[in-house]
Every structure is written in C-alpha cells, then in structure tokens.
C-alpha cells in the first residue's frame, strides 16, 4: 500500500522560505515519477513541480527560480524547497506519485501541507 506524508509546512511572511518534505512508504521514489501540487481556497489544483524518473525537473511559470524539487533516494523522500515565498503562494500543498512517466498523471496522492504566507 502506497503512503506519501507530507511535512514542513507552515506560516510564514512574505520573502521567507521553507521545506516540504514528502515521506513515501510502498514506493519507491527513484523508479517513477513524482510532483508537488497546490490548491488554494477556491481555485483549481496546479501543478507546482515534477521530478521524472531520469531526475529532469519541470516547474510552473509562476515558481520558477524560487522554488526547487529534488529527492533523496536513501531516504526514499520528495521535497520541495520553496523560497521568497509570496501571499500568492497560499495554499495546501500537495504530494504525488505516478506508476510511470509524468505524463502519465499521478495516482497516488498525499494528505496535504498547509503553506501560508503573510505580508
């Protein structure tokens, strides 16, 4: 059974920075693809960042150069570093895996980790 724990969530002001970990048991964060999501109140969940399986990277437009995904394969954990956060980046942020490719979507989704961020 897949389990992904997100933690490092937080409230922070602007300009400030802070860690999402996501902890994966039943997977193995090495072989396929993962990403980070979020959805603010009353808007449509975006996707933030991917990381494949070959470790390329693809990021949202409005993260990119602030916010950095990698994972450890030893600790078998996502994460995604977020910097000079702004109140627009507000929302619940989410873990997720997929079986294959990122193209091939994700099926395999985390609880969530509060991200707010003040003026």
């Known amino acids: 059974q897949v389990q992904l724990v997100e933690s490092g969530g937080g409230s922070v002001q602007a300009g400030g920075s802070l860690r999402l970990s996501c902890a994966a048991s039943g997977y193995t964060v090495s072989s396929y693809c993962m990403g980070w999501f979020r959805q603010a109140l009353g808007k449509k969940r975006e996707r933030v960042a991917v990381i494949d399986s070959d470790g390329s990277t693809n990021y949202a437009g409005s993260v990119k150069g602030r916010f950095t995904i990698s994972k450890d394969n030893a600790k078998n954990t996502l994460y995604l570093q977020v910097n000079s956060l702004k109140p627009e980046d507000t929302a619940m942020y989410y873990c997720?895996?997929?079986?294959?490719?990122?193209?091939?979507?994700?099926?395999?989704w985390g609880q969530g980790t509060q991200v707010t961020v003040s003026l």
């Open positions: 997720a895996a997929s079986a294959g490719y990122c193209h091939t979507g994700f099926g395999y």
